[in-house]
């Protein structure tokens, strides 16, 4: 199975898509992540990506796509995988459909984490107490969820005009979120 998960930052989206590739032994490819990682040990793009990172905003669609293009070309994709973060734009959803049809890796389905605005704030406000993420301050939060809406809303259109898009609500307890989830891939595989 090929999944891409999608929904606002403090939708639980990570925390889903870690259940999903352990459930389903599935590559998890996290680009905020592999964003984390580069910064942490200081390399060349994790200097060029660290202001962007910080304030919330998005990082340039080339330099992401070139990320997951190279992340595609490892062995561990073959048993299939589940895309975290990625895309978050047209132009990175675009890119992914080309990549994918290449590698001849159609997507199964694409899971949309449905959550209310006012619940990721409350969300990732109390994940920026406990783990005091760098780009958890209340301006950089503002900034991610009001770029979700300009520029990742388009792309669940696109997914959802291709049908292959799966609503799950979101704001409820982990497992019934994850409960709801197996329901979906379980019928997308049927679907296959
Ligand atoms: P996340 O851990 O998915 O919430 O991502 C954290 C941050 O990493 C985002 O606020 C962006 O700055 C950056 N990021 C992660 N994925 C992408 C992407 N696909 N496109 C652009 N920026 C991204």
Redesign the pocket.
């Known amino acids: 199975m090929n999944i891409l998960i999608l929904g606002p930052?403090g939708s639980g989206?990570?925390t889903q898509a870690q259940r999903i590739a352990v459930s389903y032994g599935l590559a998890h490819i996290?680009?905020?992540?592999?964003?984390?990682q580069s910064i942490a040990a200081e390399t060349e793009f994790g200097r060029r990506?660290k202001p962007?990172?910080?304030?919330?905003?998005?990082?340039?669609?080339d330099?992401?796509i070139g990320l997951?293009r190279e992340r595609l070309e490892q062995d561990d994709v073959e048993d299939g995988f589940i895309l975290?973060?990625?895309?978050?734009?047209m132009a990175?959803a675009e890119a992914l459909d080309a990549m994918l049809r290449e590698i001849e890796r159609p997507v199964t389905v694409v899971l949309q984490l449905d959550v209310p605005e006012d619940v990721c704030v409350a969300r990732l406000s109390k994940r920026a107490q406990e783990e005091g993420r760098v780009?958890d301050t209340p301006e950089?939060i503002r900034?991610?969820l009001a770029?979700y809406r300009r520029e990742t809303e388009p792309v669940i259109e696109h997914y959802r005009a291709q049908g292959n898009l799966v609503v799950i609500h979101g704001d409820r307890p982990v497992d019934e979120v994850f409960a709801e989830i197996q329901q979906a891939l379980e019928q997308a595989a049927v679907r296959q």
């Open positions: 930052q989206k990570g996290a680009t905020g992540d592999m964003l984390r990506v962007i990172y910080e304030a919330g905003e998005l990082v340039p669609d330099l992401m997951i975290d973060g990625f895309p978050r734009t990175q780009d950089a900034t991610r770029l």
